[in-house]
C-alpha cells in the first residue's frame, strides 16, 4: 500500500506540472473568465462551498482513521489545513455580493482534486508519518507556522480588500493598497505562501505535492488575470505593478 500510495504521489505531481502548462494557455472558466461553454453556471457561492468543504473532511477521515499516534505538530497541520478551508468554503463565500455564476464542471473538477488532495496529505499524517511531541521546535516547523500565519494574513487581507470594492461598486475597478501596490494578485500570492509554508511545516513530498499544485493552478491565473487588468484600464493601470511576486513576475 505504501509503495502505491509514493507511486500515486509522483503521478499526481506530475500531473500538476502538466495543469500548469495547460493554464498558462487556456484560463479557468470562472470569475472575469467565466465561460458558459464549460458547462452548467452554478450559483458561485454555491459552488464555493460544495468544492471547498470536501478538502477538510477528506484531510481529517484519512489523517483520524490511521493509526499513526498524533502529536501536538500533526493537530497543528490538522487545525491549520481546516481552518484555511472554513474560511474558504463557508466565510468567504457568505461574505461575496452577488458573485458571477460558475460553470458546474470547475466545481466538479475542483470537487475530485479537493479529494486526491486531502487523501495524500490526510493518508501522510494518518498512516505514514509518526511526528515525535518535541517537533514543533524544530526550524522548519517554526519558520513553517510564522510563514503560513503570514501567508494567510496576505491572503484574507486581499480577500477583504477585493470584496469591499465589490459590495460599494459595480463591476471591475483597480484594487489599492497593502500588497495590491506592488502586485495584482497578493490573495494568491498570500495562499501560495501558505502552502509552501505547510510543505515545510510537515517536510514531505505530500505537502510539497500540494505546494506545487497551488502554483499550477494560482500562477497562471495571476499572469492572465494581470493581463486581463492591463487590457481593460490600459494606462489608468499601474505599470510597475507585477501579476504575483514583487518586483519579479
Request: with cysteine.
Amino acid at each position: 500500500m505504501i509503495e502505491i500510495y509514493h507511486t500515486s504521489l509522483i503521478l499526481w505531481i506530475a500531473i500538476a506540472f502538466l495543469t500548469l502548462l495547460t493554464l498558462l494557455k487556456i484560463p479557468a472558466p470562472y470569475g472575469k473568465f467565466t465561460n458558459s461553454r464549460w458547462g452548467k453556471l452554478i450559483n458561485a457561492k454555491f459552488g464555493w462551498f460544495i468544492m471547498e468543504i470536501i478538502s477538510p473532511i477528506g484531510l481529517l477521515y484519512f489523517a483520524l482513521s490511521g493509526h499513526t499516534n498524533k502529536s501536538t505538530a500533526t493537530w497543528i497541520f490538522l487545525a491549520l489545513w481546516t481552518l484555511h478551508y472554513l474560511n474558504r468554503s463557508v466565510i468567504y463565500p457568505l461574505r461575496q455580493i452577488n458573485p458571477q455564476p460558475m460553470p458546474i464542471s470547475i466545481a466538479i473538477f475542483a470537487f475530485i482534486f479537493n479529494i486526491f488532495n486531502g487523501f495524500f496529505n490526510g493518508f501522510y499524517l494518518g498512516s505514514i508519518r509518526e511526528y515525535p511531541n518535541d517537533y514543533i521546535f524544530e526550524p522548519n516547523f517554526i519558520f513553517g507556522c510564522i510563514l503560513f500565519i503570514i501567508g494567510a494574513i496576505i491572503n484574507i487581507k486581499s480577500d477583504n480588500i477585493l470584496l469591499r470594492i465589490r459590495a460599494s461598486r459595480k463591476g471591475y475597478h483597480i484594487p489599492q493598497g497593502f500588497m495590491y501596490r506592488y502586485i495584482s494578485f497578493p490573495n494568491y500570492f498570500g495562499e501560495i505562501l501558505e502552502w509552501i509554508a505547510f510543505a515545510i511545516m510537515t517536510w514531505s513530498l505530500a505537502g510539497l505535492s500540494f505546494a506545487i499544485w497551488t502554483i499550477a493552478n494560482l500562477g497562471p491565473r495571476a499572469i492572465k488575470g494581470h493581463q486581463w487588468y492591463l487590457e481593460k484600464f490600459k494606462e489608468d493601470y499601474p505599470q510597475d505593478r507585477k501579476a504575483i511576486i514583487p518586483k519579479i513576475l
